[in-house]
């Protein structure tokens, strides 16, 4: 399921702690396995449990039909859920299957007020006029973000071939036209280099580079 279609169901049913995903791409698997983040509110603030399918006890002789597969619940602390980290980054035999989360009663106008509102500073703030993978470096709560430490390193509009750094938020790499995959990649080389030398901070990325 995608996480705007959970976000809607949620703000219809008038349960309310979803607000803050309002804008944030891709599916809810993806949101629980990376534990997205945004307005220092995580994904596992609201989990409960994740069932999981473990791969790694498949046998492709016996369970043709999956059968004997073992489905795992994994309790939230169980899960190991850190800043934009989790268990699955980790063990990749580990497929997210269902996700368990804990929601309150809330106010239907004030809930979709708010989704509005996030939606609006998405809109404001992040640029997208261009194709990009969203954040590229995960953020620390506090005034320290990635975006911040990029723009004060002077890095806002740099460019490698294609890739460049966004002059309306400097925590996205766009693509202007023509980028590949090579240029996001010597792009995010650059900016983790001159924010060490900078700041002494090693940047981490927050995407996940398949290879």
């Not at 534990?35 to 989990?47: G, V």
């Not at 993978?133 to 005034?143: D, E, H, I, M, P």
């Amino acid at each position: 399921m995608k996480l705007e279609n959970l976000i809607k169901l949620s703000a219809r049913a008038s349960l309310t702690d979803l607000e803050w995903a309002a804008g944030i791409p891709g599916t809810v698997g993806g949101a629980v396995y990376g534990n997205a983040q945004a307005f220092d509110i995580k994904m596992s603030d609201i989990i409960k449990s994740v069932e999981v399918l473990d791969t790694e006890t498949l046998n492709p002789v016996r369970d043709k039909s999956l059968n004997g597969v073992k489905i795992k619940n994994l309790l939230k602390k169980q899960c190991q859920f850190l800043a934009k980290e989790s268990i699955f980054k980790k063990n990749k035999n580990l497929i997210i299957l269902s996700v368990l989360l804990k929601l309150k009663k809330g106010n239907k106008e004030r809930i979709q007020k708010e989704i509005k509102e996030h939606l609006n500073f998405r809109k404001q703030r992040h640029p997208l006029n261009f194709p990009s993978a969203g954040s590229v470096f995960v953020n620390k709560t506090g005034r320290l973000t990635s975006s911040y430490l990029i723009e004060k390193a002077g890095l806002k509009g740099t460019k490698v071939g294609g890739a460049k750094v966004s002059e309306k938020h400097a925590g996205f790499i766009v693509n202007t036209g023509k980028a590949k995959a090579k240029d996001v990649l010597d792009l995010i080389k650059i900016i983790k280099q001159k924010v060490k030398s900078k700041f002494g901070i090693t940047l981490k990325e927050e995407i996940q580079i398949i290879k």
